[in-house]
């Protein structure tokens, strides 16, 4: 059985006091393993990120890595404990070079990367051509598809433990977005625990090791992706009110 390495036991969180986004939601990622959490436009999915990220802290209920408790940890220290989030939005700083956005995040963190940092970067530039051949490039110069692979290549570079990807295919084209997926799958294969959510459901469920579907801040269904396959369509319509 592969270590598990992030869960959630019956968090609740939300932005204002008095109104919860996640209700009593549990979730596991293990190591070399996706976990996909999939729902409608305002499930949650996104808060189920902020809130293992430290940006809103569980209100009730604990978020543990590897056993210890990280709920409401600064979002900044989690690279320190081997944790890194791709977010749906841009991480990058756009009057930074490419090169500068990937090497920022390993600064002051010489004791955890020095003598290999080098190798990893050539490494990663040789995963990434299209980041080498961008790296001296501003960022914020970069079209939508190759800053997501400036992403990518900087969560490999830092090598994590466990990777947060939220909605990484959106906005890309159907080649692109099949390239990140198989990204992801090449993170697994590393030894990486991954928590994925993307709004492709067919894809989700067809690369993850265990599937979560979030409706309206709950876990309604969650089980191995044996459990999700079959008659997918029937069941995640019924799960999800949609039909795709
Ligand atoms: N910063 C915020 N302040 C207040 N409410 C928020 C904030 N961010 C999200 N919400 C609310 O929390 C709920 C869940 O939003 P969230 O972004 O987590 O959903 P999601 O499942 O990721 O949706 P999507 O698939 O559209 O990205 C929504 O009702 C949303 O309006």
């Not at 404990?81 to 890194?84: F, M, P, R, S």
């Not at 801040?217 to 309604?220: L, Q």
């Given at each position: 059985m592969p270590e598990r390495l992030l869960s959630l036991d019956k968090v609740t969180a939300g932005y204002a006091q008095d109104i919860d986004v996640l209700r009593d939601v549990s979730l596991d990622v293990h190591a070399g393993e996706v976990s996909g959490l999939i729902g409608l436009n305002g499930a949650g999915k996104s808060t189920v990120v902020k809130t293992i990220c430290g940006f809103l802290a569980p209100k009730e209920g604990s978020v543990r890595f590897r056993g210890e408790d990280i709920s409401g940890l600064p979002p900044h220290t989690l690279i320190d404990?081997?944790?890194?989030c791709i977010p749906q939005e841009s991480s990058l700083f756009p009057y930074l070079t490419v090169e500068e956005n990937l090497l920022l995040p390993l600064q002051g963190r010489?004791?955890?990367y020095g003598a290999?940092?080098?190798q990893r970067y050539e490494q990663a530039l040789d995963e990434f051509p299209t980041v080498r051949e961008k790296r001296k490039?501003?960022?914020g110069d970069l079209s939508g598809g190759q800053q997501k692979q400036v992403e990518f290549a900087k969560a490999w570079l830092q090598q994590p433990m466990l990777c947060l990807i939220d909605e990484p295919s959106i906005g890309l084209s159907p080649l692109l977005a099949e390239s990140v997926f198989t990204w992801i799958e090449k993170f697994a294969q590393s030894g990486m625990g991954i928590l994925l959510i993307d709004h492709n459901v067919r894809r989700v469920v067809r690369m993850s090791d265990r599937v979560h579907?979030?409706?309206l801040?709950?876990?309604?269904a969650a089980g191995q992706r044996k459990d999700f396959e079959g008659d997918l369509h029937e069941q995640v319509k019924q799960w999800l009110g949609l039909n795709f």
């Open positions: 404990h081997g944790i890194c010489a004791r955890q290999v940092l080098r490039a501003q960022a579907v979030l409706s801040g709950r876990i309604t």
